[in-house]
Nanobody, 128 residues
């Protein structure tokens, strides 16, 4: 199971860090991705990180967040974090984390993997 936390209201240009808590058993290879969905719009991929450590670790980001967002695994807390910097109003939406089993790497098409389960989502609002 996955559970997101850390959402809230932040001013444009501000920062926020989301957390995706992982519980239960996990497959040998999987990725955890962040998605967001703005009101009235389709859900879009934000970032991806795989379960491999060391030289095999990989991440992928959507073009709209590259250089501003960062995702990593906190093994002590068993979470996947998403640090969001220089936030823009268009980042407003519900953020979900999801897992895709059997994938070793995060490719540029990570958003099209088969994701299950999904978390319940956390609201992020970027507004002054």
């Amino acid at each position: 199971q996955l559970a997101e936390s850390g959402g809230g209201l932040v001013e444009p240009g501000g920062a926020l860090t989301l957390s995706c808590a992982i519980s239960g058993s996990t497959p040998d290879h999987y990725v955890i991705s962040w998605f967001r969905q703005a009101a009235g719009k389709k859900r879009e991929g934000v970032s991806c990180i795989n379960s491999v450590t060391g030289n095999g670790a990989s991440t992928s980001y959507s073009d709209s967040v590259k250089g501003r967002f960062r995702t990593w695994r906190d093994y002590a807390k068993n979470t996947v974090e998403l640090e969001m910097n220089s936030l823009k109003p268009e980042a407003t939406g519900v953020y979900y984390c999801a897992a895709a089993a059997g994938y070793r790497h995060c490719t540029s098409a990570y958003y099209a993997y088969d994701y299950e389960p999904w978390g319940q989502g956390t609201q992020v609002t970027v507004s002054s």
